[in-house]
């Protein structure tokens, strides 16, 4: 079985290259080697290469001086071990890099097992841990939404204190997007959608928001009342268009992607309100301390089944082998992706 690893160049997202790995690597006391069996690939991990240098996402899984390895979300297996914690067979689902394998310090803890190497102990705790996953006919779905579903719906649980009942988000084909209008709808906000002109009879046909419009027509929106306005795509002259259009009707603008990688930078807006970073890991972890883990598990199954059965135009694709991922990832990286597909990879 071959054994490698797809880096990406920190200073140009579009350029890759795939590498042999060592198979037979030498494992310190209490690592063990996994193999990953499968993962989903969206835009949210371009979001992860782009925030790389910012928010430390570049440090989970070291690579070569001007190289990284973007992380992504799925299952693995461990193959080898010399951890205690670790038996071969165990089968984790969480944070793994865009490889075949890959070497985790793992330890059992109260709610699973968290990944202890010295280069992540600084990095977030959610990102850390590791869920044991015996097969499931769901593991898919599982890959694809629960990373970005959580953040809708914990971003959604944050709204919710807002008084606003417009909320306005970029990106709207985004799958983070559309499971943040799904759940603001069902608290009776009206949602507006703003995406590029390829995308709009498509978001419309979905039925999750109550306004779609392109990005140059901002200027014509109305809203009654207070407006949020949620950025997932990270372009300023959306943000500043945005802002222009609602003024003082902004009640809050949050930054929370970044889609359009390729347009970082610019002003920032000179109307409303300074716009805010939402980092979902804090949120996590304090309605962790709120609702306690089991609590916050069933609430976010709830709306991950919920999202599922609620959507049946979402489509799974299947990709296989490191060329096959190479090829998807230019197509994610360069926007190329279809609102209604969820895209799941399968290293070997």
Partial sequence: MAVWDLLVDRSDLTRTTLVAADPDIALAEGEA???????????NNVTYGAAGDMIGYWKFFPAPEGQGRIPVWGFASVVRSNCADAPVGLRLFGYWPMSSHTVARLQNSRNGFVETSAHRAELPPTYNAYQAAEPDPADDWRSLLRPLLMTSFILDDQLSESTARTMVLSSASSKTAMGLA?????????????????????????GLYDTVVAYDAISGLRAQGMVDYVDFAGRSAVSQAVHETFGDQLQQSINVGITHWDALGGPRPTTGPTPVMFFAPDRIRQRMKDWGPEELGARFTAVLDGFVAANPWMKLKHHKGPEALQALYADV????????EGHIVRPN
């Fill in 33 to 43: 080697l996994l193999a990953v069996e499968s993962f989903a690939l969206t835009a």
């Fill in 182 to 206: 799904w759940l603001a709808a069902k608290r009776g906000v009206r949602v507006i959608g703003l995406t590029s002109p390829t995308n709009l009879e498509k978001l419309k046909g979905f």
């Fill in 333 to 340: 990286v360069a926007g190329r992706m279809l609102p209604d």
